[in-house]
C-alpha cells in the first residue's frame, strides 16, 4: 500500500475517525450497532491511515497479504480465527481482536482472554484488542495457565491502552504504523 508519508495526514484521517465516532457514540454504543460495521466503519480505515494494506490493495497473493482477516490459529486442537493478523512479508507481526463498542473492555474479562490465548498460542509478544473507542496493546508472552487461574490478573500486561483523546494520537500513532 502507499505509505503515508506525512504524519500530519494519518493524524488528520485519524482525528477524523474519532470525531466521527465521538459526533455519534449514542448509537454506536447500541447493542445493534456490531462488531462488523465496527470493523468497516473505523477500525479497517484506522489501520489503512497508519500505513497497513488491510483491503489488499496490492493484490498479493494469500501468503503475503499485509493484513489477513480472520487468520487460523489452531488452540487444544480446535480452529480458532483472530479478527486480524498483521503480516510484513508473511509473517505475523501482531493479531488485532475487535469487539463492538457497547462491549465494555475494562470489565469484560473474555475478550482480553481470546486474544491472548490466540497470541500466545501463535508465540507473537504482543497483540490490539480495540472495539474503536478503546485500544489496547497487551503483552501476550504471559502464560495461559496463568491467567486461566487467575483471570482477574488480565489487565497486569496491558502494555498501552488509549481512549481517544486528540492528545493521545501523537503517543500512540508510533507505535502502531506499519513502519513501526
Known amino acids: 500500500m502507499k505509505e503515508i508519508s506525512n504524519k500530519t495526514e494519518a493524524q488528520k484521517q485519524i482525528k477524523s475517525l474519532i470525531d466521527r465516532f465521538t459526533e455519534n457514540i449514542s448509537q454506536y454504543k447500541r447493542t445493534d450497532y456490531d462488531e462488523a460495521n465496527t470493523r468497516v466503519d473505523f477500525i ?103 491467567l486461566i487461574h487467575f483471570p482477574k490478573m488480565q489487565s497486569l500486561k496491558v502494555v498501552l491502552t488509549v481512549m481517544w483523546k486528540p492528545q493521545r494520537i501523537k503517543e500512540a500513532l508510533p507505535r502502531l504504523t506499519r513502519n513501526s
Open 44 to 146: 479497517d480505515p484506522f489501520f489503512e491511515a497508519l500505513g497497513w494494506d488491510v483491503a489488499n490493495k496490492q493484490a498479493y497473493a494469500e501468503q503475503y497479504r499485509e493484513v489477513v482477516r480472520e487468520a487460523k490459529v489452531i488452540i487444544v486442537g480446535k480452529h480458532k480465527a483472530p479478527d486480524y493478523s498483521f503480516r510484513i512479508g508473511g509473517i505475523r507481526k501482531f493479531f488485532v481482536e475487535a469487539k463492538k463498542p457497547s462491549v465494555d473492555l475494562k470489565k469484560e474479562v473474555s475478550p482480553a482472554f481470546q486474544l491472548r490465548r490466540y497470541a500466545y498460542t501463535a508465540k507473537l509478544p504482543l497483540s490490539i484488542l480495540t472495539d474503536f473507542e478503546e485500544l489496547s496493546v497487551y503483552d501476550t508472552r504471559i502464560l495461559i495457565f496463568f
